[in-house]
């Protein structure tokens, strides 16, 4: 084993030049124990050095060669396939950024917002609340900046909304806005009206079917 | 592990770390009334091109109502503020309204507007409650839309165009089909004497008959779901979820009328009722669990009827018996 401990050639080696080599084996072979393999004069200090070192190391060796037995002997209790799977499952979800499954995202709402902004804030009663709405959602996005700047809006029904519902209201808003800027398109017919007209649609229809008939029938029959 | 299936094991990993999960949405601007692209490729229009000699044309007028297919111009000789085409077909049609050639004045304060469906009197059919589309999402402006999507396409067999224009001289020009629709949902009748049968198959939906006629209505048939769950409320149907409901108006908006008979149960063999609204509807709920079909009947009532039930009627709301 190459890791293993040199413990056996510490005795017979010199002072200076020859305990240098298996500490040079040790660390080539534990890299990262090269911080503790520092100036270490003193034999006895070394020896308690390298024996705490082979203890660490051979322990570490033992676990390691113990958790490679138990993951092969779990490797090989397991069916490789779903092993694949699961690997393959964590591998994807690591890589699959969740943020561009959402179609909603910030950018689209604060584009709504300077639509509704710019365009529609004419009339009285949509601005108003606009205004409402956008003071509210700037609170609650910077209400963590700004300590103990909350302002009171009286009397405003809905301040308590959820954030879950932030979205759908500002939606609601612009889409509220976009209604009121169709005027209110209607005829002021009376039934009657609307009877006679039905009968005098059907009628034409009916002649209009007629002529049709005739025609093709003009055609087929030549 | 042996090292083929280690190999394996390695080249799928690899090959896994190498892939990376994107997602996409589509954003397609699906707009109930007017499909475009693909969908045009199926659209009946198409396929139902009359040869030219064919075509029925006439000019409009600026209150007018269409039932014929054709070809229909409205030529403004003054300024013309308020006006309004209703279009009506076959209870089995749907509506569809291509503009040919429009020469308004959109920036001047024209329009040219399509609703999917009936205002009269500031009450809409189909109500809210019973058109899957919001309010402003039925209308149709020439203006924003009208160059990129020049077909627009009804929901049921009404529709109706609204337009002011400020010029004369102004004019536009629109075709009017007649395409074929499967289950009719949202149908307003053109005469007072008929009969419909209306099957919600498995969707949730509410679809109204409208008769905008004081008519005695006889209901055929009824199946509503597959099983007749003894455990109703006695007090209407309340909280089932499939049911008919006779309403009876004064105005096209359903949500505004008043109900006059509940039905919550299937039956076979006919049941009447007078109705002496100047609007009667037969209205189904559909939860989208069953499949639901009622079969009915109507016939006008008479002068003598009508003047019957009102001397038997108390009650202020339009006469029921």
């Given at each position: 084993m190459r890791s293993g401990c040199v413990l056996k050639n510490f005795s017979t080696?010199?002072?200076?030049?020859?305990f240098r080599v298996p500490v040079a084996l040790l660390l080539s072979s534990r890299p990262q124990m090269s911080s503790h393999?520092?100036?270490?004069?003193?034999s006895s200090s070394l020896a308690h050095f390298a024996q705490s070192v082979c203890k660490h190391s051979s322990l570490q060796v033992l676990l390691k060669q113990q958790k490679t037995t138990e993951k092969r002997a779990a490797v090989s209790s397991m069916k490789p396939v779903p092993l694949v799977l699961l690997i393959t499952s964590v591998l994807l979800t690591t890589h699959i950024?969740?943020?561009?499954?959402?179609?909603?995202d910030l950018s689209l709402m604060n584009s709504q917002l300077d639509d509704v902004l710019l365009?529609?804030?004419?009339?009285d009663a949509v601005s108003y609340l606009v205004g409402e709405k956008l003071l509210q959602y700037l609170q609650r996005n910077l209400g963590a900046q700004k300590a103990g700047g909350v302002l009171h809006l009286p009397?405003?029904?809905?301040?308590?909304?959820r954030s879950p519902h932030e979205d759908n209201s500002l939606e609601e808003l612009t889409e509220f806005s976009k209604r009121n800027d169709d005027p209110p398109i209607s005829i002021d017919l009376t039934f009657h009206l609307l009877r006679n007209m039905i009968e005098m649609a059907r009628i034409e229809n009916q002649r209009e079917q007629a002529e049709l008939n005739r025609k093709y029938l003009d055609e087929v029959g030549k | 592990m042996s090292g083929t299936s280690r190999a394996q094991l390695c080249f799928l990993l690899l090959s896994v770390t190498a892939l990376r999960g994107h997602a996409r949405f589509l954003d397609i601007q699906d707009n109930e009334i007017s499909p475009e692209g693909l969908l045009s490729l199926l659209s009946s229009e198409l396929k139902r091109e009359l040869p030219e000699e064919f075509v029925y044309r006439r000019a409009l007028r600026c209150l007018d109502m269409v039932a014929v297919e054709g070809q229909f111009t409205f030529t403004a000789e003054r300024p013309q503020l308020n006006c309004a085409v209703f279009f009506i077909g076959e209870p089995s049609d749907i509506i569809s309204i291509e503009y040919d050639s429009v020469n308004v004045d959109c920036r001047g304060g024209d329009f040219v507007k399509v609703f999917d469906g009936w205002v009269m009197k500031g009450e809409k059919f189909p109500s809210a409650q019973d058109h899957p589309l919001p309010l402003y999402e039925r209308y149709s402006d020439y203006c924003e839309t009208g160059v990129t999507r020049p077909i627009v396409r009804s929901s049921q067999n009404v529709a109706m165009l609204f337009f002011r224009l400020h010029q004369s001289g102004s004019s536009f020009t629109v075709t009017f089909r007649k395409l074929i629709n499967p289950f009719p949902c949202n149908v307003v009748s053109q005469t007072p004497e008929g009969s419909f049968t209306m099957i919600i198959?498995?969707?949730?939906r509410n679809c109204s008959f409208s008769i905008i006629y004081p008519v005695e209505i006889q209901i055929g048939e009824l199946s509503l779901g597959q099983h007749n769950d003894l455990?109703?409320?006695?007090?209407?149907?309340?909280?089932?979820g499939d049911f008919v409901e006779l309403l009876g108006g004064n105005g096209m908006d359903t949500s505004k009328m008043f109900p006059m008979a509940d039905l919550c149960y299937s039956f076979n063999g006919p049941a009447q009722m007078k109705v002496g609204c100047d609007n009667t509807v037969v209205r189904m709920v559909s939860s989208g669990k069953f499949v639901n079909r009622v079969s009915f009947q109507y016939r006008l009532l008479g002068h003598q009827e009508l003047q019957q039930m009102k001397g038997n009627s108390?009650?202020?709301?339009c006469l029921r018996a």
């Open positions: 080696l010199d002072r200076d030049g020859g393999a520092e100036i270490h004069h003193d950024p969740l943020s561009t499954c959402r179609p909603r365009n529609r804030a004419g009339d009397h405003f029904p809905t301040a308590q909304l | 198959p498995q969707q949730h455990k109703r409320s006695i007090f209407g149907c309340a909280g089932s108390v009650e202020d709301v």
